[in-house]
């Protein structure tokens, strides 16, 4: 029986606008928009405790209307934040995204200065908390000598989403205490200073990583698959056929079938079909996070996905 999963990360007010047809630079366009609670370290969580895992989440909120709705929000949904840090007269983060037509995001504003509060002092009061779970999870969202501070004391794998190209540098510095990476190619190659023209290309730059310290490395490569390796297998899966609604989220979605995966005992590439049917759950929904996610729904769409795959 697994206890539960700490997950340390962004929480933000996320707003999304997709056009119904091309975006015009300068000028509205007709097209509908969505409301919702997210943020990569949230998103996770859900996600996860949609897969009957306990999850710990440590953020950092203000006391505005956003605040109010969003603790109600993690409590109907099974989202533990009693020790995440509540600040007096601020505002909750929010993210703000342009899709195109397609669904694909395009644009991306963050307000996200509320983390530099979640400092190495504050997380050094938890550390109990973090090295009694299965796992830590954490996203780049938070402060670099956070991250720092996470990574030398944490005794649990520690796996890492790196979020952006921006702040994917963050994690430079503590790569040789990463157990799981998942950043995307291009995050991949400012990490590793290579540049990807080639399958082979794409397997150096991997190892690299390996090198580095790091036990699993997934790197996506958008709408062509995941390349995983452990230093062992090396793999390109592709991605699951499925219906594009909406993209925002599928990282988060894929972390946490890697986590799942993990304490299943799952090997590289059964993680990582299992991380790709969860983010296809998630693109075929609206929601940052599939209202249909479960670990019967999951197990079910990887089963009947497996015949498409020749690894």
Known sequence: MHNYICVIGGANVDISATPYGDLNKGDSVPGKSNIS???????????????????EFITVI????????????????????????ELKSTYMSTYVCINDCNGEMQWAVSNMDIYDYLTPEYISGYLNLINSADACIIDTNIPEKTISYIAENCKVPLFVDTVSINKATKIKS????IHTLKPNLLEAQLLTGMKVKSYEDLKKCADWLLKEGIKNVYISLGEKGVFCTDGKTYELIPCFKTSIVNTTGAGDSFIAGLVYSYLKGFNIIDSTKLGLASAAMCISSKE???DKLSCEALEKMLRFQEANYEC
């Open 37 to 55: 609670f997210g943020g990569v370290g949230r998103n996770i969580s859900e996600n996860i405790a949609k897969l009957d895992i306990a999850a």
């Open 174 to 177: 503590c790569l040789s205490k």
């Open 288 to 290: 940052a996070v599939s």
């Open 62 to 85: 203000g006391d505005d209307m956003n605040s109010t709705h969003f603790k109600q929000d993690c409590k109907r949904k099974s989202i533990n934040i009693s020790n995440s840090l």
